[in-house]
């Protein structure tokens, strides 16, 4: 049996549910139309395998998984152009930017709500850090790729910040990021 990715030593990811993750994938990839495709790239990103021993290389199998939600949201945004138009477009994209540049202008200690005192979120400072990387991305002062944005990951602490609404706020940079592309 030939296998599509390299076989971790000890643990990576299940090889069943990759291949079945792939075949939707790779079905969406050759659609000629939005309404032939089984998956999009936010469900992509969103993506989780269990980990086995003997699974997939987890590092071969991000890689290609980041490359194969790039190429879709490619498409994606191609038809949503076809569909609307492109100063429809622009002005949707326009807007996502415009929400993700409010929230993250907020003051340090203040853009999303708190996990709690017993409870676990991210690592406020860290988080405010990152975001204060992004106000010169959307002023076009500066770049950031997609794969950079997908590596950030922040400590979690008591009384943290929202994961739920950070997560959220980093697909929505994410997305504007590749609609951008």
Do not use: C, H
Not at 56 to 83: G, N
Not at 148 to 168: L, M
């Amino acid at each position: 049996m030939s296998n599509t990715f390299p076989i971790a030593k000890k643990y990576g990811y299940d090889i069943e549910q990759v291949e079945e993750f792939l075949l939707k994938a790779r079905s969406t990839f050759a659609a000629e139309t939005p309404e032939d495709t089984s998956i999009q790239a936010k469900e992509i990103r969103e993506t989780a395998f269990e980990l086995t021993k003997k699974g997939y290389s987890i590092q071969a199998v991000d890689l290609a998984i980041e490359r194969l939600e790039d190429a879709i949201a490619k498409k994606e945004r191609e038809w949503k152009i076809a569909e609307i138009g492109l100063e429809k477009w622009r002005e949707q994209t326009q807007k996502l930017a415009q929400e993700i540049v409010d929230r993250i202008s907020l003051p340090d200690g203040k853009r999303f709500a708190r996990a709690g005192v017993l409870r676990q979120g991210y690592n406020r400072k860290q988080v405010d850090l990152f975001l204060d990387t992004l106000l010169p991305v959307f002023a076009g002062e500066e770049d950031i790729s997609v794969s950079e944005i997908r590596k950030v990951a922040f400590t979690p602490k008591s009384n943290g910040y929202s994961e739920v609404q950070v997560d959220a706020l980093l697909d929505s940079v994410v997305e504007a990021i590749q609609a951008i592309e």
